[in-house]
């Protein structure tokens, strides 16, 4: 209940674009309680895996898109900083420009890791999504659905996600060599003012806030479960999304 | 507390087990219902094989699996996304047969099949003559019955135009899908007691004739010659008569792509097919380059459009953006550095996550592969499960959670003396 809430919360504040591309949660738990416990439900099992095969078939369509893209863009990056690094300003004009063209790629590079990390994070919860859903599957009928399909779930190439998160290593590497040294994250408190309402930005911390609310202790908590999840400042992430119109807290 | 935990887990399993013993019986009237949507196999080989796949099919149904069985008969026969697709099949079932049968009680002579079940990336060798043998499928239809007309494919046919033949071509597609089905005999020839069962039946569900076979396929690896092959998803095409392949492409592909259209004059000059011809990719199409080219090209002359683009449907950040601008450049610096902070946070969280959610299943399969062993050691013994008392076979493994010998013993109610929890 909490996390179909949750995920719905989640994919109405996420990026445009993405917003079918998340699992169908409600319906498939709908679908679940319509299936009845008794011997029938061969068919129902495979009516029910059918529709788990349409959703993964969406994500891994849509995850290999994005991977895709961000392959593309990120050669691209690597080659934009280059050619703007070699353009050394000489006089005050070329300066500004430069500058310019800094500050530009020093976001894009910023919004691009976190798209990237979204990327990752949309796979997760697609994940842990179906791995909730097959849990009320296997309860509701008393079948065993669950450990061997998410098995197969597992190497799925939505589920797979090394290269993004090599990808966005990469950028923090290049992050790190754009940027100065890191500022100790509360000296920051004072740039929060500037961050207010940033698109992937805000997600992020969406993100983020989301995914402490979904790993808080449940009633249903068992040996499969993830554990609780601590995050270190999560006041200071929580004053992020003053600009949010839908608290996540 | 531990211990506790520990068998409420051996509860909850035995129950799984429990469960998956029952799916497994009810799976039999399963069989009974196959014909309906496909003709009758005539592998079916052992009936215990047959209730396993007929259960693991329908778990396992369109799903494929990473690994792609370098078979050599296949290789040679089949041109890449049929072989794909077949490899599609067969992994399939082939991948979690081997994880049931590796937990099963009923199949034993699995030792052949098992060495299929790794995780392979695609052997370019297989690969690398796999793209054109028309003739060679030609022999195909003498090896195995049609079967199942149910085919209306998960294959995809590669374009024409991209290796000329365009006649030869339609036809060889077609036989490719019609033949699909009987490359699985092949297939049972080196699967002792397993059968390939064709998802297909899966396919009188789908409205419109669209499959949901998934593959995964391996990314690439690029041969030292510059010669790779390509990792093809063979995606749904109900509609149309080509549906393009899905392709999972890697950076050092890409990397190869780019030197590929600068040597043809840049992104605007080169033309997919002469991409397509310099990269020397086995198993690309002129699709997988169009399609990448044009998003090239739109990264290329409009860098990071998505940085307007979540923007855009936030007004109010755009009104920050502008009021973004006006600020010191140091404070922006400052704000991206924060920002940054948030995302490597979230990411190192993701990770972690992900970590664990790997081996919570690997724990769960681990235990389930030993309620496995100790159901089939433990067959013809009668034992009064108890925690205390050792098992009927010494079971040495690193079990966290404490003896989980009485969790399977109690599976088995018809063989052993009343759970003791």
Known sequence: MKFGKRLKQHVQ?????WHNMYLNYKGLKKHVKLISSSLECEISEDEFVYLLDNEVEKFNVFFMEQEEDFIIRHEEMQQRI??????????????????????????????FHGEMVLLVNYSNINYTGMTKILKKYDKRTGGFLRLPFIQKVMEQPFFTTELVSKLVKECETTIGELFPAMVAVEEMTKATGT???????????????????????????SHFSLPTLNLRDIELIRSFQFSSPIPII | MEAQSALSFQRSAARQFNNHGAASAR?????????????????????????????????STDFNVSSVIPHSNLSEKAPFTSQSSVIRQSTTSSQYTNETNNNSWCTDSLSDFLDYSENTPIQSSNLEHSIMPSEDLLDYPQNAPIQSSNLEHSIMSLPSEDFGKQSDWQDWTDQL????????????????????????????YHVGGSSTNLVQAQPLIPQSSGEACVPLTPTPCGSGSQSKPRMRWTPELHEAFVEAVNKLGGSEKATPKGVLKQMKV???????????????????????????????KNTTSVED???????????????LRLQMEVQKRLHEQLEIQRNLQLRIEEQGRYLQMMFEKQCKSGTDKFTVPSSTEPGP?????????????????????????????
Do not use: C
Request: hydrophobic content about 25%.
């Open chain 1, 13 to 17: 504040e996420t990026l445009p674009g």
């Open chain 1, 82 to 111: 280059k050619r703007i690094i070699v353009n050394e300003p000489s006089s005050q004009e070329e300066y500004e420009s430069y500058e310019q063209e800094m500050s530009k790629i020093k976001k894009d590079i910023v919004d």
């Open chain 1, 195 to 221: 961050v207010a309402g940033e698109g992937i930005f805000k997600n992020t911390v969406k993100a983020l806030l989301t995914m402490k609310e979904i790993r808080k202790g449940s009633s249903t908590h």
């Open chain 2, 27 to 59: 799976s039999a009237p399963l069989d009974d219902k196959y014909p309906k949507f496909t003709n009758p196999q005539p592998n079916f080989s052992t009936g215990a094989a047959g209730h396993i796949f007929s259960s693991s099919s329908g778990i």
């Open chain 2, 177 to 204: 899908i019609n033949e699909n089905d009987a490359l699985t005999p092949d297939w049972n020839d080196i699967l002792i007691d397993t059968n390939v069962v064709d998802p297909e039946p899966k396919m009188s």
């Open chain 2, 282 to 312: 086995e198993g690309l199409t002129i699709y997988h380059v169009k399609s990448h080219l044009q998003k090239y090209r739109t990264a290329r002359y409009r860098p990071e459009p998505s940085s307007e683009g979540p923007l855009e």
């Open chain 2, 321 to 335: 953006f502008s009021s973004l601008e006006l600020k010191t450049g140091l404070e922006i610096t400052e704000a």
């Open chain 2, 393 to 421: 076979d010494p079971v040495v493994g690193p079990s966290e959670e404490g003896s989980s010998k009485s969790g399977p013993d109690g599976s088995q109610p018809a063989k052993r003396a009343k759970v003791n929890e």
